[in-house]
């Protein structure tokens, strides 16, 4: 459900800018908020972010993780696509990427927080 709305916001944001419409910050690295998919292992757990998508196939950054006891505080980033001549006012896609990531501790004795909002929001355990 999460990723839903996600999904809805992202549409929503996208046509009110248009996909690749020329912002001072065009492909500059963008924090992006992120559901859990599923665990992989003991310390491995699968995450899934919904963004926006012009032409080119795009990935995920590695994630930014900060610990503080049994609290971690991730955040996921990915660098949209620039426009270049061709590709202005291109039509807007959605796609969701996902990214495993592997902890120093197992998932059991974690928090996970996403950090791309504000305050940071709990994703694990739910």
């Known amino acids: 459900?999460?990723?839903l709305?996600?999904?809805?916001?992202?549409?929503a944001a996208?046509?009110?800018?248009?996909c690749?419409?020329?912002s001072d910050d065009s492909g500059s690295e963008r924090a992006v908020e992120w559901t859990v998919d599923r665990t992989v292992?003991?310390?491995?757990?699968?995450?899934?972010?919904t963004v926006e998508v012009c032409v080119a196939p795009v990935r995920l950054e590695p994630p930014e993780i900060e610990y503080s006891g049994h609290r971690v505080y991730l955040e996921l980033r990915h660098t949209p696509e620039r426009s270049e001549g061709e590709h202005d006012g291109c039509f807007l896609s959605l796609m969701t990427l996902h990214r495993t990531v592997t902890f120093k501790r197992d998932l059991t004795e974690l928090i996970l927080f996403d950090s791309s909002t504000d305050p940071p929001?709990?994703?694990?355990?739910e």
């Open 1 to 3: 459900m999460g990723a």
């Open 5 to 11: 709305v996600v999904a809805a916001m992202l549409a």
């Open 14 to 18: 996208a046509l009110a800018a248009g």
């Open 20 to 22: 690749g419409g020329g």
């Open 41 to 49: 292992g003991p310390r491995s757990i699968r995450l899934a972010a």
């Open 121 to 125: 929001e709990r994703r694990w355990p």
